[in-house]
């Protein structure tokens, strides 16, 4: 047993050198030609068995109000000989989008609509889900890395690099400081935690692949994990504070009868947001909750909140508040409901 873990050992240093393959092509070329000059041949071709992927180094400095942004690129190629002087290009894939917290909800409000139920249907759906989810499917050493932008796609020219078979090698691609807006988002509704968010803008537009990324906080590693981002702006999360919390208590939740002689219905909705810092230090608080959104013309609401939010649009409402160091801050919220009595309702997710 310890032998052949050996030979698999080396059997896998072999391939990382010299590629898993065990044939190779051989291309022969016939010239014909008056000249009895030299002639330089350029031919190009595509190699299996070599590569590169992008590694970062993410670091949140709210102090400095700026993000510390490392990318090198990780080389190797198994082509069973070292590579002396080669001029490097690094090609870009199609950048990836990046992982926030939880969508808020939508809480809408609508008539019930009748379900019938049919065993046929029911049996076929889950069939139909799966078709549906399957259908997508060292000279030059100190020498500037230049950028070059494509229809859909970037070439990152690094200069002449030696790049030895069967190992990998770190190169280093751009080092620099993004200026950064820090607040802490909170969606209360999901969860009472507050996470650190950080907002860049860039001059110009930025095409960054997607890879693994190393991601701190004023030098504490929070983690690893997935990271792209194109554009002239992004948002960039980097955890939670357990220092900052931002609760939701509902003081009430009831509807009125439907009586005769008002022909309607009524349903109240009563809820504080409280929102606590146990820090050292001021923050600034982004909070955000789902706003009900009524598809039938007949469905009225009138909304009470103090304070009123800064942002309104149909799907939710947005706060920012500041919130000194070891104090709390609070928001009242009273939404109500009217519609005819006859109308059956479906309250949405917030009941």
């Known amino acids: 047993e310890k032998i052949d873990k050996q030979l698999k050992e080396l059997q896998d240093s072999l391939n990382q050198a010299a590629g898993s393959k065990e044939t190779a092509w051989e291309a022969a070329l016939t010239f014909s030609t008056f000249s009895k000059n030299e002639l330089v041949l350029s031919y190009n071709y595509n190699l299996g068995g070599c590569g590169w992927l992008p590694l970062y180094r993410i670091e949140a400095l709210p102090a400095e109000n700026k993000v510390s942004f490392s990318w090198d690129a990780q080389l190797w190629q198994s082509t069973g000989e070292d590579w002396k002087q080669v001029q490097v290009n690094l090609a870009t894939l199609q950048p990836a989008i990046t992982a926030i917290p939880p969508d808020l909800p939508d809480w809408i409000i609508k008539k019930r609509s009748v ?8 049996s076929m759906a889950p069939a139909a889900m799966m078709e549906k989810r399957s259908a997508p499917t060292e000279e030059n050493q100190d020498a500037a890395i230049e950028e070059t932008v494509k229809t859909t796609y970037s070439v990152w020219s690094i200069g002449k690099k030696d790049v030895p078979a069967g190992t990998r090698q770190r190169l280093k691609i751009k080092e620099e400081y993004w200026p950064a807006d820090f607040l802490f988002l909170a969606r209360p509704s999901l969860d009472k935690q507050a996470f650190v968010r950080a907002q860049v803008k860039f001059a110009n537009s930025m095409e960054i692949p997607s890879g693994e990324a190393l991601f701190l906080i004023d030098g504490a590693v929070l983690g690893k994990r997935n990271f792209a981002l194109a554009g002239t702006e992004g948002l960039l999360y980097f955890g939670t504070s357990p220092l900052i919390s931002v609760t939701s208590s509902t003081l009430a939740d009831k509807s009125g009868a439907k009586t005769v002689f008002q022909n309607k219905q009524t349903q109240l909705w009563q809820w504080s947001i409280e929102a606590n810092n146990s820090s050292s230090n001021n923050i600034k608080l ?51 409901l009217e519609a005819p009595k006859e109308l059956d309702l479906d309250l949405g997710w917030r009941r």
């Open 115 to 122: 379900r019938y139920k049919s065993l046929h249907r029911e």
């Open 286 to 336: 982004r909070i955000e909750e789902p706003a009900p959104q009524a598809r039938d013309e007949r469905i009225r609401l009138t909304f009470k909140q103090n304070p009123e939010p800064v942002e309104k649009d149909t799907s939710k409402f947005v706060w920012i508040i500041n919130v000194p160091a070891r104090q709390k801050a609070t928001i009242q919220n009273s939404i109500e």
